[in-house]
């Protein structure tokens, strides 16, 4: 076999191993209710390791029902460099952010490091008045051990620094930005996934640990019970998601929690 093949062959397997960890997600029933409907307010969406802007489609119909504009972001991350991916999002982020409404993030897994990316790279938008809240879904901020364990290996070297970026310790992405002086709420599953949970010593969503999605200076945090995958279509999670958004708190007296 070729080398080409056998890179073939591993981008094909990483592909099976992260659908058989994660599965393909459930789509819950619509209509969302209204909580609250906003005017001249934004929202950029961004997907984690492996997904597309798909990934994220019902949020964002839930997100629109409220009255945000929402601007989902697509892009690549498999046999992507770090570098590359933060010089694409970043580009893609800024047409998203040209008016002068006030623009929230909401990042899922990989999708709120590149949040917190581009927040420190763009000082003149933390800074403006027009920033509003950001909120990270099950996010690695500290690194995965699911990532740790495929560390040297050659799933996640053909995989690109962007997934070995997601380890745990010193060369973790998370770990090498700064805490973020802007109001971040955070939101931890607590659903773990049996081919995975031995990997972690507490409580996890199948991917990451509830310490790593927790980050020093964020605003607020909450932990329910749904696992990483289902974040983006879980209804509790987009209702949390809202409260956030529009009033800088979660909802703690509703919802899920282990």
């Not at 949040?115 to 003149?124: D, F, G, V, W």
């Not at 500290?142 to 040297?152: P, T």
């Not at 990483?228 to 919802?255: C, E, K, R, S, W």
């Amino acid at each position: 076999m070729g080398f080409n093949n056998i890179k073939s062959f591993a981008k094909t397997s990483l592909v099976l191993v992260a659908l058989t960890l994660t599965g393909c997600g459930l789509i819950y029933p619509d209509p969302f209710p209204v909580l609250h409907t906003v005017e001249d307010e934004s929202v950029v969406l961004i997907h984690g390791l492996g997904r597309g802007a798909a990934n994220m489609r019902q949020l964002k119909v839930r997100l629109q029902v409220q009255g945000y504009d929402v601007c989902n972001i697509d892009y690549r991350t498999i046999g992507k460099g770090v570098d590359s991916m933060v010089e694409e999002t970043s580009e893609k982020i800024d047409k998203c952010i040209l008016s002068e409404r006030k623009v929230h993030f909401v990042g899922h897994s990989l999708g709120g490091l590149v949040i917190r990316s581009y927040l420190a790279e763009h000082p003149n938008v933390v800074g403006d008045d027009s920033l509003g809240r950001v909120v990270t879904l099950g996010t690695p901020h500290h690194g995965s051990e699911v990532a740790d364990k495929f560390d040297g290996g050659v799933l996640i070297e053909v995989a690109g620094g962007v997934s070995q970026s997601l380890v745990t310790g010193d060369r973790s992405l998370g770990n090498q930005l700064p805490p973020p002086t802007y109001t971040l709420g955070a939101i931890a599953g607590t659903s773990s996934n049996f081919t995975t949970d031995r990997y972690f010593d507490g409580v996890n969503d199948g991917l990451v640990s509830l310490e790593s999605s927790q980050i020093s200076g964020m605003q607020d945090f909450i932990a329910l019970d749904v696992t990483h995958i289902d974040m983006p279509y879980d209804p509790d999670v987009a209702y949390q998601t809202m409260h956030f958004l529009q009033t800088g708190q979660f909802d703690h007296l509703n919802n899920r929690a282990y």
